[in-house]
C-alpha cells in the first residue's frame, strides 16, 4: 500500500473518531456555501473542535445503512407541524401561499434596505457554538468501511454544532441541561438548546407537560439547569403560528417562559414566529408581543423547515420593524435549495448555511442548525418515525 494512500485513511479514521468522541463546535467567523436527537439523560463525551470544511461530493448510490434509533429513554418529538392547509384544521392562522421552490443553491441573502430598523445590541457576537449529533457520528462510524466517501461527509455533518431538543421526554431536565451547558463551558462555547414540551404539543390533544402548571414546574427545572451560563433557547416551535386550544393560555405560558429564563442576563431567548410563508408578518408581530418578545432577546424562524434563508431573512425585517427593531435567528439547516411545499421528509433539500454568529445582517444575530440535518420527520416519503436519523436522508442533504 502507497504511503499516501495510508496516510489518507489515517486522516478519515481520525476525523471519524473526532465526530464520535466529540459534540460539533464552531467558531463565529462566516462559513461559506453549504441531525437532532432529542436531549437524553445520557451523558455525552467531553467537547472538542472539529474541522467543519465540507468533505468532498461522493459518487451516487452510498451503500445502505440502517437508521439509527434513537437513544433510549428519549422518545422523539413528533415531526415540526406544517403550515395549515385544507387538511390541517388546527391552526387558525391566516392561509399564505407556499414560497416557489427554488432551482439551484441558496438564494442570494440582500443587504437590509436602507431606512431599515437600526442595528442594536447583538447578544450573541463573538460567540462560538456548541451542538452534538450523535445520529451523523454513529452512521459514519457505520459506513467507513463500506463506503468511505459517504461517511466523510456524514462525518463532516457531524462536526457542525447543532441545538439540543428537550422536552417532556427528558427524566431529569435539569440534568440534562446542566451537562449540556458543562459540555459546552469545557469547549469554550454556549449550547443552543429548544424547549418544546408546552402542553397539547402537536395540536392534537397530545405531547408536552400535562397542564399549564406542569409546564411552568418544566420551565424552572430547565433554567436552573442552565443556571448563570450563557445558553441560546428557541422556545416553543410551532406554538405561535398554530396557536391551538385557548390562544391566551398558550400566549400566557410562552411570556412566562421567557420571564423565567431571562431572570439570566446570560440566557439568550428567541421566541419562535414560524416561517416566511405561515402567517403574515401582521398577525404573527400581534402574536409575539404578546407571548413578551419585548423581554427576550428575538424571535426564531424556519425551525424544521425548508423555506429559503433570503425569504426568511425578508419576512424577519418585516416582524422586526413591526416589533421596534426585535433581533432575529434562522434555521438554515435543511433549506439549501429552498422549498418544494412539502414540509415532511421532501426529497430533493440541501444543507443551508453552516451555523455562524456572524451573519453579515444587522438583525439576523445567527444562522443556526436547530432542526438535525437527517433526522426523520416522519413516517413520510419512506422515512423512520419522526425523530429517528434517517442516514440516506442525510447524505442526500449532503449531496445536493
Not at 467537547?47 to 445503512?65: E, G, L, Q, R
Request: hydrophobic residues 45%; negative net charge; charged residues 15%.
Amino acid at each position: 500500500m502507497d504511503a499516501p494512500i495510508r496516510s489518507g485513511r489515517r486522516r478519515l479514521l481520525s476525523v471519524l473518531a473526532a465526530a464520535v468522541m466529540a459534540p460539533a463546535l464552531v467558531g463565529c467567523t462566516p462559513l461559506e456555501d453549504a441531525l437532532q436527537h432529542p436531549a437524553a439523560d445520557t451523558t455525552q463525551p467531553a467537547a472538542a473542535a472539529v474541522a467543519s470544511t465540507p468533505a468532498a461530493v461522493p459518487p451516487p448510490a452510498p451503500a445502505p445503512v440502517e437508521p439509527v434509533p434513537e437513544p433510549v429513554g428519549a422518545p422523539a418529538p413528533e415531526a415540526t407541524t406544517p403550515a395549515p392547509t385544507s387538511a390541517t384544521s388546527a391552526a387558525p392562522s391566516p392561509e399564505v401561499s407556499a414560497s416557489p421552490a427554488a432551482t439551484g443553491g441558496p438564494a442570494p441573502i440582500a443587504a437590509a434596505p436602507q431606512g431599515a430598523v437600526p442595528d442594536g445590541h447583538r447578544p450573541l457576537a463573538g460567540d462560538a457554538l456548541f451542538g452534538p449529533n450523535p445520529g451523523a457520528a454513529q452512521a459514519a462510524v457505520q459506513l467507513q468501511g463500506r463506503d468511505p466517501a459517504a461517511a466523510a461527509l456524514l462525518a463532516d455533518m457531524a462536526s457542525v454544532p447543532t441545538a439540543v431538543w428537550i422536552g417532556a421526554w427528558n427524566t431529569d431536565v435539569t440534568a440534562t441541561v446542566r451537562q449540556g451547558m458543562a459540555q459546552a463551558a469545557a469547549a469554550g462555547a454556549v449550547p443552543v438548546f429548544v424547549t418544546y414540551a408546552i402542553p397539547d404539543l402537536d395540536c392534537g390533544g397530545t405531547g408536552g407537560a400535562a397542564s399549564p402548571e406542569a409546564y411552568a414546574s418544566w420551565v424552572r427545572a430547565v433554567a436552573a439547569g442552565i443556571g448563570t451560563g450563557e445558553a441560546v433557547v428557541v422556545v416553543e416551535p410551532d406554538t405561535l403560528a398554530q396557536l391551538c386550544g385557548d390562544p391566551a393560555q398558550r400566549l400566557a405560558m410562552v411570556r412566562s417562559a421567557v420571564e423565567v429564563l431571562e431572570a439570566n442576563p446570560a440566557t439568550h431567548t428567541y421566541v419562535d414566529a414560524g416561517h416566511s410563508a405561515w402567517v403574515p408578518a401582521a398577525t404573527m408581530a400581534e402574536r409575539l408581543r404578546a407571548a413578551g418578545v419585548g423581554r427576550a432577546d428575538g424571535f426564531s424562524l424556519n425551525v424544521s423547515n425548508f423555506e429559503p434563508t433570503a425569504d426568511n431573512v425578508a419576512y424577519g425585517t418585516e416582524l422586526s420593524a413591526a416589533l421596534g427593531g426585535a433581533h432575529f435567528v434562522v434555521d438554515t439547516s435543511r433549506n439549501g435549495n429552498g422549498s418544494d411545499g412539502e414540509w415532511c421528509n421532501p426529497s430533493g433539500r440541501a444543507l443551508g448555511e453552516r451555523p455562524t454568529t456572524t451573519t453579515g445582517l444587522p438583525l439576523v444575530d445567527a444562522f443556526l442548525w436547530i432542526k438535525i440535518p437527517g433526522e426523520s420527520d416522519g413516517t413520510c416519503n419512506g422515512g423512520p418515525s419522526a425523530g429517528v436519523f434517517w442516514p440516506e436522508y442525510a447524505l442526500g442533504l449532503a449531496q445536493n
